[in-house]
């Protein structure tokens, strides 16, 4: 791997509070790979023999059942995922794809576990992260279950733009196809949802979204602290998001 990578890595939640000799040993059995865009990384049910940290590209985690197949997040750079299932020794719940040409460093599974047994900083930062991406994956849930589509894609557009800093505009990061999965909705109906919010405070230019009317669209998304990530420290950064990196459970 790079050196120039070693800072930006260092800096994820799970190695931050690490040792320096349990960093060093980490990095000095992970090693870098590059991939073309649109290629299975592993597929659900394989066994998870690296921790991934993507340092370029995107990666599509995504889950398959009975012909059917649902986004599950979108990872950007500098992130990890498919750590809950390297913890447990276990078959992968999700497969991954490249969306673009990505690179990515593989650190084997059984010499995470191993440093987590001899550094209590370690097993600290990953309990961390598996609550966070416990509380975002019930935050989900909740999100799925409880709300229609027109609440659910306006608390996602707030949501989005919190975490673009507040911004009255923001371009997709994905395409809308890849978002309605994720929302659960057809493509259609994401359309749909769409049309339907430009009376709700929202423009549309192409790919970019135009909020018009801030007010009106937490109105139309029915905003709640015990669902929405409102608080920066609560967000695990599951999905889409170029500026955020967190590990991923799997």
């Known amino acids: 791997m790079r050196d120039e990578d070693k800072p930006a890595i260092r800096d994820l939640p799970l190695f931050r509070a690490v040792t320096t000799q349990t960093f060093d040993g980490l990095m000095a059995s992970t090693y870098a790979q590059g991939f073309p865009p649109q290629l299975e990384l592993f597929r659900q049910g394989d066994r998870a023999d690296f921790l991934h940290i993507l340092v370029e590209g995107a990666v599509e985690l995504h889950a398959e059942w009975n012909g059917r197949d649902a986004v599950m997040a979108v990872v950007r750079p500098?992130?990890?995922?498919?750590?809950?299932?390297?913890?447990?020794?276990?078959?992968?719940?999700?497969?991954?794809?490249?969306?673009e040409r990505s690179r990515i460093l593989m650190l084997p599974a059984v010499d995470l576990r191993a440093a987590i047994r001899r550094d209590p900083e370690l097993a600290a930062a990953v309990m961390g992260e598996l609550a966070r991406g416990y509380r975002g994956m019930v935050r989900q849930v909740k999100n799925l279950k409880l709300r229609g589509t027109r609440e659910r894609l306006a608390a996602w557009l707030l949501t989005q733009s919190r975490r673009e800093?507040?911004?009255?505009?923001?371009v997709l990061p994905v395409e809308k196809r890849h978002l309605a999965s994720y929302l659960g909705m057809t493509a259609e109906s994401l359309s749909r949802t769409f049309a339907a919010l430009k009376k709700e405070g929202i423009a549309l230019d192409g790919a970019r979204v135009i909020i018009t009317d801030r007010a009106a669209l937490a109105l139309a998304a029915g905003q709640d602290p015990l669902i929405d990530e409102m608080d920066a420290s609560e967000d695990p950064g599951e999905v889409m998001l170029p500026s955020l990196g967190r590990p991923r459970g799997g």
């Open 78 to 99: 500098v992130s990890s995922f498919i750590l809950a299932a390297c913890l447990r020794d276990q078959p992968a719940l999700m497969s991954a794809r490249t969306l």
């Open 165 to 170: 800093g507040g911004a009255a505009s923001f």
